[in-house]
């Protein structure tokens, strides 16, 4: 019976211990919350959190130059595009669809020499 009440009196011992841990955690968390809110606590969470990831994108971009800067020229080349879709959309709508230069040339070429050939057969025919 010794031995039972012995251990009983060592349980006791460890349960009260492990109580006053509990108590002294409580009483830490409830100072710490009333130094700094949850708002402060979740304001530092994210700046910290913040940082690691800058930290992160700035080596990734010291180890990868290449990669990087190649990104960042698409992107500015996707930019600019978009900004001048609708010139963009008219001058390729204009190579396809519209008259080069060149064409619009021969076809004026082609109507002179028609006027020219038919004041020549006007002149022939009046003279005959």
Request: aromatic share 6%; net charge negative.
């Amino acid at each position: 019976m010794a031995d039972l009440e012995y251990q009983l009196h060592e349980d006791r011992v460890l349960r009260d211990a492990a109580k006053r841990l509990v108590k002294a955690d409580i009483a830490f968390v409830k100072g710490d919350m009333s130094q700094k809110g949850l708002g402060g606590r979740m304001a530092d969470r994210a700046k910290d959190g913040a940082a690691d990831i800058a930290e992160n994108a700035a080596e990734y971009a010291d180890t990868h130059r290449t990669e990087v800067g190649t990104g960042l020229a698409v992107g500015i080349l996707a930019l600019i595009a978009w900004i001048f879709r609708d010139r963009l959309a008219d001058a390729v709508y204009a190579m396809f669809h519209d008259k080069s230069a060149l064409e619009e040339a021969a076809d004026r070429a082609a109507e002179m020499a028609e006027h020219i050939t038919d004041d020549a057969r006007s002149f022939l025919n009046r003279n005959t």
